[in-house]
């Protein structure tokens, strides 16, 4: 076996071995939230190109910094399923179901959505964040942001393929990832640019609190088994 199939077979093997099984198990029946998610974005784009839907979503899964934080954090949740009007919705509909529908098998419904919502409430909160700081500052944004129309998947998918990448230990495909949000950056300082880096931000404090629980519960469970007192961390 050559390098590059040893690397893709140790970053990606498990993942795939995961997945695989679990679609010939139970096929599409495996990612039921998925599914759901693709209808719903599909619904949602389907009625704020209409005349008489557009207000509709925009009453309920319209985000921007400029609106009381109340008001944003309840249509947060909403958010990441309506499709970027400046965007392709096939490009959404991909995202969510492959990220999420990869995500959900290893992972679990429940968790999947935990962590989508955390990576998009994360560039949510920080769009508020670099309004206050102004253009000048290196993490500050110009208050025309503030208009922003603040909505699509992008952020929960980048933060669910980096806790992916995390906990399947394909730490060169997370770095490229990571690497490819700044590169992102770089070429286009944007609002959306800077959320997707906020999610990242977000999402490896997950991974680390994640790490720590584990470290705190294996060396619980060690001592435990050698009637040693449990290790303080």
């Not at 590059?4 to 995961?18: Q, S």
């Amino acid at each position: 076996m050559n390098p590059l199939a040893r690397l893709v077979r140790a970053e990606w093997g498990p993942l795939y071995v995961t997945v695989r099984q679990a679609l010939e198990r139970r096929s599409w029946r495996a990612v039921p939230m998925t599914l759901a998610a693709v209808c719903l974005t599909s619904v949602l784009q389907f009625t704020q190109n209409r005349s008489w839907g557009f207000g509709f979503v925009q009453l309920i899964g319209s985000v921007r910094a400029e609106e009381p934080l109340g008001r944003a954090l309840l249509r947060t949740p909403l958010s990441l399923f309506v499709p970027a009007l400046d965007l392709p919705v096939w490009g959404a509909l991909l995202q969510i179901l492959c990220v999420f529908g990869i995500a959900e098998i290893c992972l679990g419904w429940w968790r999947t959505l935990g962590i989508a919502y955390v990576a998009t409430l994360a560039g949510t909160l920080y769009a508020r964040v670099g309004i206050e700081l102004g253009p000048h500052h290196p993490l500050g944004l110009p208050a025309s942001d503030a208009q922003v129309v603040d909505t699509g998947p992008s952020a929960a998918v980048i933060g669910l393929a980096l806790y992916l990448c995390w906990r399947y230990r394909a730490y060169v495909t997370g770095g490229l990832v990571t690497a490819a949000m700044a590169g992102e950056l770089l070429l286009k300082e944007n609002l959306a640019g800077k959320e997707h880096i906020a999610a990242i931000a977000a999402v490896l404090a997950l991974c680390g609190v994640s790490a720590l629980r584990r470290h705190w519960r294996w060396g619980t469970r060690v001592s435990c088994e050698s009637g040693l007192p449990p290790i303080q961390s």
